[in-house]
């Protein structure tokens, strides 16, 4: 199981919309994927038609139990949950006193390893513990960026965390790729300015751009992933190149 984690402390950057849209874009082609919410909001649970009220198990009690079993929840087909809501907002106070808490993720994992071919974490917009132990799970690491130079700036210090996390505890973690998000070719990403973000960002920037796009918006109130809603939309294009790009960066 290749396990990669979208991750930006930003807020609003298409952290969900892109889990929600990679996984449906996974299964699609017949990859087995585990689905991980580690953000209390539970946007991406949400997404995906749970009612996050009534959930006997959350990722809460998974890293609690360092085991998912009990916790995941049949999507699709190729599709499992581990679901989270704001119970799971307490793993960040409740582990405090915990030694090794950023390992309880991939403690759990590990007896999963060959259920699935590919898992996606979601996470919140901040560096909690929750998005510590994701972190550490993780093969690879994807940060969406919403075009902009305020939002660079963001990146790096998310940047410098990542690199503390391998320092310390995944020196294994690679960092997969950033992409753009919310992407409007007209307004603000004159050509100096991709040319800036190559510059900075290296081979680490992926080719394919996220364009604005209403049905990336519409799909998940009606439950669905853009694939299922609008296969034809700029939405789908821009998932499936970006998807595309991944698999081949993390050669699965
Ligand atoms: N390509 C796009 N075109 C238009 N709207 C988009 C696009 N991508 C995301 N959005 C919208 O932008 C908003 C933020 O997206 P999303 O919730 O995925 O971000 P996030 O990074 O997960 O946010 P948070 O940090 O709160 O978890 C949502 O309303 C979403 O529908
Ligand atoms: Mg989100």
Redesign the pocket.
């Known amino acids: 199981m290749r396990k990669i984690v979208i991750a ?1 402390n ?11 849209n990679l996984i449906g874009y996974f299964a699609k082609k017949g990859y087995k994927v585990l689905a991980i919410d580690l ?1 209390p ?1 539970g ?1 991406l649970t949400d997404a995906f038609g749970i009612d996050l009220e009534n959930l006997e198990k959350t990722a809460y009690d998974a890293l609690k139990d360092k085991d998912l079993s009990e916790s995941l929840l049949s999507i699709a087909e190729n599709i499992d949950l581990l679901p989270s809501n704001l119970d799971v907002e307490k793993a960040n106070l409740d582990f405090v006193s915990i030694l090794g808490r950023e390992l309880l993720l991939k403690k759990g994992l590990s007896k999963l390893e060959d259920n699935y071919d590919i898992c996606i974490m ?4 901040n560096l909690s513990t929750l998005t510590l132990n994701a972190l550490t799970s993780a093969d690879s690491v994807y940060i ?1 960026l919403k075009s902009g130079y305020f939002e660079m700036r963001g990146a790096s210090v998310l940047l410098e965390v990542i690199e503390n996390v391998k320092e310390d505890i995944n020196p294994n973690l690679n960092i997969g790729g950033v992409f753009l ?3 409007d070719s007209r307004v603000n990403m004159a050509s100096e300015v991709i040319e800036q973000l190559e510059n900075y960002f290296g081979d680490k920037l992926i080719n394919a751009k ?5 049905s ?2 519409e799909a ?1 109130a009606l439950m669905k992933n853009i694939f299922e809603y609008k296969p034809n939309s700029n ?1 789908a294009k ?1 998932y499936e190149a970006l998807g595309d790009e991944i698999l081949k960066r993390e050669q699965i």
């Open positions: 930006n930003k807020g609003g950057v298409a952290k969900t919309t892109s889990a929600l953000d909001q946007n979601d996470t919140s917009p969406p998000t919310q992407y996220i364009r604005n796009n209403i990336l918006v998940p939405g821009d």
